[in-house]
């Protein structure tokens, strides 16, 4: 009887200093190793001389250990940075929401709906306002309260809880807490944060509000990964649109939410399927 093949999905994303050859090297060992490259983006930032690239490919009886061993000499040979994802696995969420829900409840919908090919091991909050949408989704809620007496205490069970469950990103939909210089340098890289695009010119509180009282005619929000530095993090993803005179700050406030839920789902979609390189603050966002 003939083996049937099993194919599974890889992606594979580098970067190194440009030089010639990068490509022909890679491609070549992929090709060694029996895949078969479904998709390929490159970039080339002229400024640093840095070169980024991301291949999805499909391979038949293989694992990442063999893909690895198999890239070693071209990775060694111009000195890459590389990570490899295995398609396979359902990325594991942890979502952190205050007491705005709407972020929350979009994820969840697009995971429902297989959009998103994730999965919420954990939903965090400071509030309890989001239990019976964790347990409508039948995800485990952690309730943490926080002060500025329990801050270190109830950071270190929001690690703990990341720690426990393997969460390959965390998801801040609409947290209403800013994360310590310590947290946000442990889990650099994993942390995507949602916040409205009026910053610097309206921070604080009901900034829909100011911006309204200020006659804008454009709002929007920014999807960024966390840092030390609040709000000014590498940004994923950004979407404005076209507000007028006649809207209120209800309106106003009911159109940030619906942008901010699009773009948080479309950055922890880039994100999970491997298409986001960091190149110092800013980023590499392959379509």
């Not at 890239?71 to 990570?83: D, I, P, S």
């Not at 995800?139 to 469950?165: C, F, G, M, N, W």
């Not at 309206?202 to 454009?218: E, I, N, R, S």
Request: with cysteine; net charge neutral.
């Amino acid at each position: 009887m003939s083996r049937v093949a099993v194919h599974q999905s890889f992606v594979l994303r580098l970067s190194c200093e440009d030089r010639p050859g990068i490509v022909a090297a890679v491609t070549s060992r992929l090709a060694d190793l029996g895949t078969n490259i479904t998709e390929s983006s490159q970039y080339w930032d002229k400024t640093s001389n840095r070169f980024f690239m991301r291949i999805a490919f499909a391979a038949a009886f293989t694992t990442t250990e063999n893909i690895e061993d198999g890239l070693k000499q071209a990775v060694e040979r111009f000195a890459m940075e590389t990570a490899l994802l295995d398609r396979g696995r359902r990325p594991k969420l942890v979502i952190l929401v205050s007491k705005f829900d709407h972020a929350l409840l979009h994820l969840l919908y697009q995971i429902r709906v297989g959009w998103l090919d994730a999965e919420v091991v954990a939903i965090l909050s400071n509030h309890d306002a989001s239990r019976e949408t964790a347990e409508w989704a039948g995800v485990p809620y952690h309730l943490l309260p926080v002060s500025q007496d329990t801050k270190r205490q109830q950071e270190a069970s929001i690690a703990s809880v990341v720690e426990d469950t393997g969460a390959d990103l965390v998801v801040l939909a609409r947290y209403m807490q800013v994360f310590s210089d310590d947290l946000a340098g442990k889990l650099f890289g994993k942390v995507i944060n949602i916040h409205h695009s009026f910053l610097p010119s309206f921070k604080g509180a009901k900034p829909y509000h100011q911006a309204h009282a200020h006659g804008v005619k454009l709002i929007g929000a920014t999807a960024h990964y966390v840092t030390a530095d609040l709000d000014e993090g590498p940004i994923i993803e950004q979407e404005t649109e076209r507000v007028t005179h006649s809207m209120s700050a209800e309106d106003f406030v009911a159109t940030g939410r619906d942008i901010e839920s699009r773009v948080l789902a479309r950055a922890v979609k880039r994100h999970i399927e491997g298409r986001v390189m960091l190149n110092g603050r800013k980023t590499v966002v392959f379509a």
